[in-house]
C-alpha cells in the first residue's frame, strides 16, 4: 500500500496531466519538475502507470525525455497508447513520437511549479 504522501503526491501528477492540450505532449521529468520534485521523474512514471485506465487523465500524452511510450505496457490492448497519439494527429515510429519537440507541452512554463511539494 502506497504510503498518504505518495498517494498525494500521484493526485498532483494527475492534476498536471488533465492540462495536457489535446495534441500535445510532455514528459515524466517536465510534470516532476512542475511538482517542485525534479528528481521524481521516476515517482510520476509510477503515477501514470495507474493512470492509463482513468477516464479523466490522459496518461498517453506523458512519455519519456525522448519521446519514447515507455509506459505502453499498461494500457489495455497492444498498441492503445500509440493508437491514442496517431488518433490526435501525432506520428510514432518503433515506439517513438516523431517531432516531440513540436509537440511538447511544458506545464512550467503553462501552469507554473508548485514549491510546497517536498518529494
Known amino acids: 500500500m502506497p504510503k498518504p504522501e505518495t498517494l498525494n503526491f500521484f493526485q498532483k ?7 495536457i492540450p489535446y495534441g500535445k505532449v510532455t514528459s515524466y521529468g517536465a510534470i516532476a519538475k512542475c511538482l517542485g520534485a525534479p528528481r521524481s521523474a521516476r515517482m510520476v512514471g509510477y503515477a501514470m502507470n495507474g493512470a492509463s485506465e482513468m477516464e479523466d487523465v490522459p496518461a498517453h500524452r506523458v512519455l519519456n525525455r525522448n519521446g519514447l511510450l515507455t509506459g505502453k505496457h499498461h494500457f489495455p490492448g497492444t498498441h492503445l497508447m500509440q493508437q491514442l497519439l496517431e488518433s490526435e494527429g501525432h506520428t510514432v515510429v518503433e515506439d517513438k513520437l516523431q517531432d516531440f519537440d513540436k509537440h511538447f507541452w511544458d506545464p512550467v512554463e503553462m501552469i507554473g511549479f508548485d514549491a510546497s511539494t517536498d518529494q
Open 13 to 19: 501528477v494527475y492534476a498536471v496531466a488533465r492540462q
